[in-house]
């Protein structure tokens, strides 16, 4: 199993809600802290419907706290 | 250390222990005993309350250990984890049961061919089998554990 090549912005994101902890997270969502610590360090991709939860908690969408490198994307019409 | 990987460290304590104590007292202490006997019933009734034993007594005192705490509750990454062991557990048991199978078919077919006597007989075929079990067990502990010690 290898590091995911989707990166995130949580750490960010944690920072702008006053300093939620991996902890607090992690019990919004349903998670571990441990797993929350993997997929902030880009070690675990997370299922889809826990990415949405993830966004959810910080009010967010899901690309802006998941990336996902698209080196080829065409340009617009 | 996660509940879910304390829980595994303990089930991997708890089934080498057992595993122990059964050659202990299978092998080691005498003849060994006859597989339908009042001795094997007896051996496998300690066994059996061994393993519940050995189990709470290690999940209580990792709990005490760790002062209660967080991430009680298992997820999709435990789940994961799990699968990947039970996955590799089964290649590791069919492996095995591939080998005894070889064995047996070679045993009772072959055994004058080679000029020994290779038959399983129907001890050593149990305890093939019960040591597979085991094998199995261990391969999806250490899957898991290496998966939780590496990090994913």
Not at chain 1, 36 to 53: C, D, M, N, Q, T
Not at chain 2, 56 to 84: K, Q, T, Y
């Amino acid at each position: 199993m290898a590091d995911t090549q989707i990166s995130n912005t949580i750490r960010k994101f944690r920072f702008m809600t006053g300093e939620m902890t991996q902890a607090d997270l992690a019990a919004r969502i349903g998670a571990t802290r441990q797993t929350v610590h993997a997929i902030e360090a880009g070690k675990y991709a997370p299922s889809l419907e826990l990415a949405f939860r993830i966004a959810r908690v910080f009010n967010a969408n899901l690309e802006d706290v998941f990336q996902y490198p698209w080196p080829d994307r065409p340009s617009g019409p | 250390m996660a509940r879910s990987e304390a829980s595994i460290w303990v089930a991997l304590g708890a089934e080498l222990v057992i595993a122990a104590v059964y050659v202990k007292l299978v092998f080691l202490s005498g003849p060994a005993p006859a597989l339908a006997s009042a001795e094997m019933a007896a051996i496998i009734g300690k066994i059996i309350v061994l393993a519940i034993v050995v189990t709470l007594a290690g999940e209580i005192a990792f709990h005490i250990l760790r002062g209660g705490g967080d991430d009680a509750r298992r997820d999709e990454r435990d789940r994961l984890f799990a699968s990947h062991g039970n996955r590799n557990a089964y290649y590791a048991l069919t492996a095995g049961i591939a080998m005894v199978m070889a064995a047996a078919a070679l045993g009772s077919d072959h055994s004058s061919l080679f000029g020994v006597t290779t038959a399983i007989d129907r001890f050593v075929l149990a305890h093939a089998m019960l040591a597979l079990l085991i094998a199995a067990a261990m391969v999806k502990y250490a899957t898991m554990l290496f998966h939780y010690r590496r990090g994913w």
